[in-house]
Structure formats: C-alpha cells, structure tokens
C-alpha cells in the first residue's frame, strides 16, 4: 500500500503541477486506498471507480447548476450558504442512489461529488481532468496488480463459477 500509494499519487501530482491542473484531488486517495489494499473488493474494480466518479462529477455539477452556484466562490472562502446546502445534500444523495441503481458503488465518488458541489473544483474542463485522473490511477492500479500477481479485474470482478 504504501509504495504503490506514494508512486501513483506522486505521478499523479507531477502532472497537476507540469499542467496546472486537478490532476490530483482529495478523493484519489482513499480509491487509491481501495485499489492498493483491497484490490478484490467489487467497489475496487475499474468498472466501479470510473463509473462512480463520473456519476459523483455529473451530480456535483448537476446540483452547482440547479442551485445557480456554478460560477460561485468556494464554500471555503464564502461560507456555507443555503443554496450550498442544498448542493451538497442533492449531489451526495443523487451520487448514492444513482450508483446503487448503476450497480457501480464506489465510496470515494461520495468525497469527488462534495468536491463540486462545494465550489472546491467547478470549472467543466477540470471537471474532465478529474475523470481523466481516475482513468489514469485505474490503469496504474491494473499494471501494478498484475505485476503483483493479484488477479485484478480490466474492467469489472467476475462471478464466480456456479
């Protein structure tokens, strides 16, 4: 966990610091987490993270946009407002319901959603760029459980024979 941790989330870092970008975020580190220690868990699946995190982007930002705060200063920097509230109740819980119906839970969406609907990262490009960065440490986390003998799923855990 450690070696694998620090090597993805450092690659990751180097390029949000070459391509000023998100390219690392708070959420990465526990799907990091999940791939590194519990790379057999169906939430640890390649299926599960890029799916989770795209539903936790769209509703993060469906909610900035419903509540009119997509183009609003971070919670952090304005305070916590009604309309943030309501953000980041309605992203959390749409997040939720939507990957349980997907069949495609991933807790760490839960964090990239909150991310959004608090103002933290709302531009649509970067919104891309996180999606890309999940990608990116799904693949790490393919190459290096393979490397490591683990039989680490491409895309989603298989069902077992009956």
Not at 85 to 105: D, H, Q
Not at 125 to 151: C, M, P, S, Y
Request: contains cysteine.
């Amino acid at each position: 966990m450690f070696l694998n941790g620090f090597v993805t989330i450092a690659l990751l870092a180097g390029v949000a610091m070459v391509s000023r970008t998100p390219f690392v975020f708070p959420s990465l580190g526990p799907t990091a987490f999940l791939f590194f220690f519990t790379p057999r868990a169906p939430a640890a699946s390649p299926r599960h993270t890029i799916y989770g995190h795209a539903i936790g982007i769209a509703c993060g930002y469906g909610a900035l946009w419903l509540f009119g705060l997509q183009h609003a200063p971070p919670a952090m920097a304005t305070g916590v407002s009604l309309g943030r509230v309501g953000a980041a109740a309605l992203s959390l819980a749409s997040t939720g319901a939507l990957m349980i119906v997907a069949k495609a839970a991933h807790p760490p969406a839960g964090a990239t959603t909150l991310i959004i609907a608090l103002g933290i990262v709302t531009r649509p490009f970067h919104l891309l760029v996180i999606e890309i960065a999940v990608v990116i440490l799904t693949l790490q986390a393919i190459v290096i459980n393979r490397l490591a003998g683990i039989d680490y799923p491409l895309w989603a855990l298989r069902d077992a024979p009956r």
